[in-house]
């Protein structure tokens, strides 16, 4: 029940293509769904977040989508650019469980010029 | 920008050995967090960090591994004796409080652990 199931396992786009990954939750308690973007040597770095509040939310090229009743979470990449080439996990956390993040698999997103 | 910083970037270590992997999380943060990552893996969590004493430790966190904050500004995972299966890249973050929980985690760049 603690799981975050991420799909797909890896994505390939062209530049100025949408990139979309999916992820599904089963924990109703969990209510901060934040966006993690991983460099090949680096660590997590935050790129979005959103709580079940909103259904959707959007920094520049980057959107989450959110359907509470669905328990699914989505990351959108618009206008995809070879610098967005990194891997991608999702998470959620619980606000009574001290906000460790539950992550999901990952995803290797590919972007060829 | 204040920035989790984690030391070394790579310990190789002979299985059995004892390590310990250092971190300085952001200066005004008061949550600590450690994480793992075995190689092509998820990020898995191993244990939360508040008010001087574990908040939260997962499965992965047994008798084996402990967590300090000797000082005011480091924060440590030691392994007392490791397993092969303990080689993960070692990640700590660190969030501060704010007035509502779920303030966002800022990761260091890990420290990769070899067991040899």
């Known amino acids: 029940q603690q799981q975050v199931k991420q799909s797909p396992q890896s994505l390939i786009v062209q530049k100025g293509g949408i990139s979309i990954i999916n992820c599904a939750y089963e924990n109703t308690a969990f209510d901060y769904f934040p966006w993690y973007q991983q460099f090949p040597g680096k660590g997590p770095a935050l790129l979005i977040a959103?709580?079940?509040?909103?259904s959707e939310k959007k920094e520049g090229r980057f959107t989450i989508s959110f359907n509470k009743s669905a328990k699914q979470f989505s990351l959108h990449i618009m206008d995809s650019q070879p610098g967005d080439s990194a891997t991608y996990f999702c998470?959620?956390?619980?606000?009574?469980?001290?906000?460790?993040?539950?992550f999901g698999t990952g995803t290797r997103l590919q972007v060829f010029p | 920008e204040p920035e989790v910083t984690q030391t070394p970037s790579h310990q190789v270590t002979q299985m059995g050995q004892e390590v310990i992997l250092r971190c300085v999380p952001i200066s005004n943060h008061l949550y600590f967090y450690w994480y793992r990552q075995i190689l092509g893996q998820k990020v898995e969590f191993l244990v939360s960090?508040?008010?001087?004493?574990?908040?939260?430790k997962s499965e992965i966190f047994d008798d084996q591994f402990s967590v300090e904050r000797p000082d005011g500004s480091n924060f440590t995972l030691k392994i007392r004796s490791t397993k092969l299966e303990d080689s993960a890249m070692y990640f700590c973050a660190s969030s501060d409080p704010g007035f509502v929980s779920n303030q966002p985690q800022h990761f260091g760049d890990g420290t990769r652990l070899s067991i040899l």
């Open positions: 998470a959620a956390s619980n606000i009574d469980n001290t906000d460790k993040l539950i």
């Open positions: 959103i709580r079940p509040d909103v």
């Open positions: 960090f508040y008010n001087n004493e574990i908040s939260e």
